[in-house]
Nanobody
Framework: QVQLVESGGGAVQAGGSLRLSCVAS????????MGWFRQGPGKDREFVAA????????YYSDSGKGRFTISRDNAKNTVWLQMNSLKPEDTAVYYC????????????????????WGQGTQVTVSS
């Protein structure tokens, strides 16, 4: 069992930055793929970024590539999402999620590949 708690959301102007944090409890964090998803108003929840168990591999959606950075520290049971050059279309509730470990396959981008979810943190970007 993994429990996830996100923080770091807020309101910023376009071009600004935010760093989201997700702290996990439970013994399986270091053996979990971690992902960030987001859900904007009236939209489906969509993939943003993922990182493998050891933090060696990352993958980003087209919307996050070049602006967002996912990282993790297994000793702190924490995963972060650094978001730079924010745009109004980045406005959403951001969720972290934990999934099963991968070894040779690509990082998962589907919601169905993640078993545990946090409660979300709101990010609002104004123009």
């Amino acid at each position: 069992q993994v429990q996830l708690v996100e923080s770091g959301g807020g309101a910023v102007q376009a071009g600004g930055s935010l760093r989201l944090s997700c702290v996990a409890s439970g013994r399986t964090f270091s053996n979990s793929v971690m992902g960030w998803f987001r859900q904007g108003p009236g939209k489906d929840r969509e993939f943003v970024a993922a990182i493998n168990q050891r933090g060696e591999r990352t993958y980003y959606s087209d919307s996050g590539k070049g602006r967002f950075t996912i990282s993790r520290d297994n000793a702190k049971n924490t995963v972060w999402l650094q978001m730079n050059s924010l745009k109004p279309e980045d406005t959403a509730v951001y969720y972290c999620a934990a999934g099963r470990p991968i070894y040779y396959s690509v990082l998962p981008t589907s919601r169905d590949d993640y078993d545990y979810w946090g409660q979300g943190t709101q990010v609002t970007v104004s123009s």
